[in-house]
């Protein structure tokens, strides 16, 4: 089956169509059907948003939004009579019935038992915006549970994918549960707020492979990080403060005592002719120091691009991590952000990130 989220909830509330095995959630009704009123056509639709709750042992929360400009007392009251119909629940089971249809797709792919349960709808109208709103439970959406979450074969049907596509004014966002990183995420996403975002477009479609979306729980290592903003970031910003002030003490030590020349002087200051040869000891371990110290002073950003420069502009996401020293969750959510940035592109081949600087050709890979 396919999900293709492409049209207006309101028709699919307001109209009465048998289900058909083609008929997708969210979509525009099949063709044979009835068409909606005058007063529901007077109401367009902004945008459908699919927010996904997950929850540390795989269940998750859907909570599908469909929102209105209401723009005079005309269309509030249409939306308010739309609305009410709405929660009796006699309008919306085609949706239902298409999502648990999605669902048992989904379990005869991955082989978890799933099944919808919890059901809510309600409507509300604020400052000339109405939403129609439709969430429920769906058990063991996400593999594995406890300390990793993987959604990668969640969107699987036995023969393809049940989330397709996206059109324009329709996003997907995920939401981890508390002290989760994000370790593995699909290439036309972005992070917004703490939750995964994938917003629609004319080319935004799915395969297998596109939505391999996984999450690790940091707190099995017995420190607990932010799932998005970067996890030990704060702690690097603090030690990189700390190594600034030791080292002015120390220029500042040693340059009361003669042993190092004054912070920003010339090398021919003082009384040498400077036809002389410097010491080469002193000057030789300085210099050594310094580097270290520059290399160490960099952002994660320019740590990045300095290895892909030493690397030939390009290189596997699990090598920097293995060459830096960081976490798998700070990587990924580094590049995600220099890649938003355009400072880099990330190309997925197979289950690995290729990195690599806007202009570099990546037609041959290395290992």
Do not use: C
């Amino acid at each position: 089956m396919a999900l293709r989220v492409s049209a207006v909830l309101l028709a699919l509330l307001l109209l009465a169509f048998p289900a058909a095995s083609g008929a997708t959630p969210l979509a525009a009704a099949p063709d044979g059907s009835a068409a909606p009123s005058a007063q529901s056509q007077d109401l367009a639709s902004e945008n459908t948003t699919l927010h996904v709750q997950l929850h540390p042992d795989g269940d998750t929360r859907w909570r599908i939004t469909e929102r209105f400009n209401l723009t005079d007392t005309s269309d509030t009251r249409a939306f308010e009579q739309l609305g009410e119909t709405f929660v009796e629940g006699n309008s919306d089971e085609n949706v239902l019935a298409e999502y648990r249809t999605a669902s048992d797709a989904a379990s005869a792919a991955t082989g978890r038992e799933m099944e919808l349960t919890d059901i809510n709808r309600e409507y509300i109208v604020n400052d000339g915006e109405g939403r129609l709103v439709l969430s429920f439970n769906w058990t063991n959406f996400a593999a594995g549970g406890g300390d990793r979450l993987s959604l990668v074969d969640s969107f699987h049907t036995p023969d393809g994918m049940w989330l397709t596509s996206l059109e324009t004014g329709q996003s997907l966002v995920i939401s981890p549960p508390p002290g989760y990183d994000l370790t593995n995420s699909p290439q036309n996403s972005y992070i917004q707020n703490g939750n995964l975002r994938i917003d629609g477009g004319s080319t935004t479609t799915f395969r297998r492979g596109d939505l391999d979306i996984v999450y690790e729980n940091d707190q099995r290592n017995g420190t607990q990080t932010d799932p998005i903003s970067g996890g030990d970031l704060p702690l690097w910003t603090g030690m990189t403060i700390l190594l600034v002030i030791g080292l002015v003490a120390a220029l500042l030590y040693l340059n009361d005592r003669d042993e190092f020349p004054a912070v920003g002087a010339s090398s021919t200051d003082g009384d040498d002719d400077g036809d002389g040869p410097s010491a080469p000891g002193p000057t030789t371990d300085s210099t050594e120091s310094t580097d270290e110290i520059d290399a160490e002073l960099l952002s994660d950003e320019e740590r990045v691009e300095r290895l892909l420069t030493r690397n030939g502009g390009r290189m596997k996401q699990a090598r920097i991590v293995k060459e830096t020293g960081w976490s798998n969750a700070k990587v990924s959510q580094l590049l995600s952000a220099m890649d938003e940035d355009d400072r880099i592109d990330k190309l997925r081949i197979g289950r690995e990130n290729l990195i690599s600087f806007p202009d570099e050709d990546v037609t041959e890979i290395e290992d």
